[in-house]
Every structure is written in structure tokens, then in C-alpha cells.
């Protein structure tokens, strides 16, 4: 358990408090859905350009890109360059899938693909389609990879990246990896967010494997944050690196 006061429950509309900002979050539309028909795309996606357009970063890191909300929306609210990571299963493998939109359809009817109903999440033919069909590939650097096997700090110096988000495997062990895997390449007084976060429902997954996962690694935490915020309503908890 974490210590008394660690993670502070910030009502959207205070938001700007965090950042010293007069630039206050009203948009309220997207409340109604919450909690049972909320997700990032309803939701928490705008939070995130809120919490970005602040931070301004240059580089942006991400753990799980499927068919890139996060990314895209990153991509076409700040100017940073993005790294993002998937791993690649077949559908045998893997149970992510959800409905195929005109515009998805028509990506893999371009490339000869057979346009199926439901369509796995972390396939080949999807990953990052959002942002090539929008011509944004060019200030993305996709990563095909497992990230339990994948060292960034082999790769890229500490204080790298400006940002980085958290939202692939919802597992303890792949929180754990991902969170440490990016405090490790995260510069100072830069964001890190985690998503499937919700202070209110610690016990049901996806939101259990999430908290257990930074809960285990809680004196790392406490070492480079001097507070996690989880903003309500939303399930997204976020950390300003000290």
C-alpha cells in the first residue's frame, strides 16, 4: 500500500493547478460516460493532450501502439517525435480485437488484406495505420518488439525522452517492466502516465494488474516523484519526475 497522501485525486476541472496554469480543462461532455462506458478514446485522451500541450515534449515515449489513439493524438497536438512499441500476436494469441470502422476497412482493402468483422489489435496490417493514413509516419519511430524483452536505456541515454506513456500488457509483471523500463530513458521533470488506472475499482482486472504492478515498486516511485495524481473522472494516473 502506498503511503498516506502519495496519489492525490485531482478533479479534472483542477487540473491546471498541477501546472501552475490559467489554462483551465472544461470540456465536460465526455463525463456522462463514466465509469462504465468510459474509455480512452470517450475520455481520457483528452487529458492527455491537456497534460502534453504543458509539457511540450520533444520526444514521447509509449508502451503499446495498437492502432494509435494516444500516438495520433500526440502527433497532431504537439510537435514531438514519437517512439512506440507493440508486440505483434496472430489472432490465436491474443483476444485484443475490436470493430472495424469504414476507414480501417478501406487501409486493408489497399493492401489486399481481407476485410474481416473484428480485427485483432495487435496485428501487423494495423499497427500505427492511424497515423500512416494520415501522413504522419515520418515523425514515428515504430518499435516491433516485446517490451520484456526490450532495453531502452541499451539504446538511448537517461533523460531521453520528455514523456512517456504506459498502456500495453495490463499484467503486474508487464506494469513493473514498463514503468521501470521508462523511468529509465524519462529526464527530469518530465511525465510519465499510466493508463487503466481507477483509484474507485482496484480489485477488478484491468485496473488490478495496473495497481498491483506500481504498487510493488513503490520506493522506486517514491525516489522519483515526489506525488502521483490520478485525475477524476478518468483512468489515467500520471507522475512529474523529479
Not at 470540456?27 to 456522462?32: C, F, G, R, S, V
Not at 517512439?83 to 486493408?108: G, H, M, P, R, V
Not at 506494469?175 to 511525465?191: A, P
Request: glycine share 6%.
Amino acid at each position: 500500500m502506498f503511503k498516506d497522501n502519495f496519489i492525490i485525486v485531482v478533479e479534472y476541472d483542477k487540473l491546471h493547478n498541477i501546472f501552475n496554469s490559467k489554462v483551465i480543462f472544461d470540456k465536460t461532455d465526455h463525463l456522462q460516460y463514466f465509469p462504465s462506458q468510459w474509455s480512452l478514446e470517450i475520455g481520457d485522451i483528452y487529458y492527455i493532450v491537456y497534460i502534453l500541450q504543458h509539457l511540450k515534449p520533444i520526444r514521447h515515449l509509449e508502451f503499446g501502439t495498437s492502432i494509435v489513439t494516444s500516438t495520433l493524438a500526440v502527433l497532431e497536438n504537439t510537435n514531438a517525435t514519437v517512439w512506440t512499441i507493440n508486440c505483434l500476436l496472430n489472432n490465436e494469441k491474443n483476444d485484443y480485437f475490436f470493430q472495424k470502422s469504414a476507414t480501417l476497412e478501406n487501409w486493408l482493402k489497399s493492401f489486399g488484406l481481407m476485410a474481416i468483422d473484428k480485427i485483432n489489435g495487435n496485428s501487423p496490417a494495423i499497427i500505427g495505420y492511424k497515423y500512416l493514413v494520415r501522413n504522419l509516419g515520418h515523425r514515428v519511430n515504430q518499435i516491433y518488439a516485446n517490451s520484456l524483452n526490450w532495453e531502452p536505456k541499451d539504446i538511448y541515454p537517461p533523460n531521453f525522452f520528455d514523456s512517456v506513456f504506459i498502456d500495453g500488457g495490463h499484467l503486474k509483471e508487464v506494469v513493473i517492466n514498463d514503468t521501470l523500463k521508462g523511468l529509465s530513458v524519462l529526464r527530469k521533470n518530465g511525465i510519465i502516465m499510466w493508463h487503466v488506472f481507477n483509484l474507485f475499482n482496484l480489485e477488478q482486472e484491468p485496473f488490478k494488474g495496473v495497481f498491483e504492478g506500481i504498487s510493488e515498486i513503490r520506493e522506486v516511485l517514491y525516489e522519483n516523484f515526489d506525488n502521483l495524481f490520478w485525475i477524476y473522472p478518468s483512468f489515467l494516473l500520471f507522475g512529474i519526475k523529479k
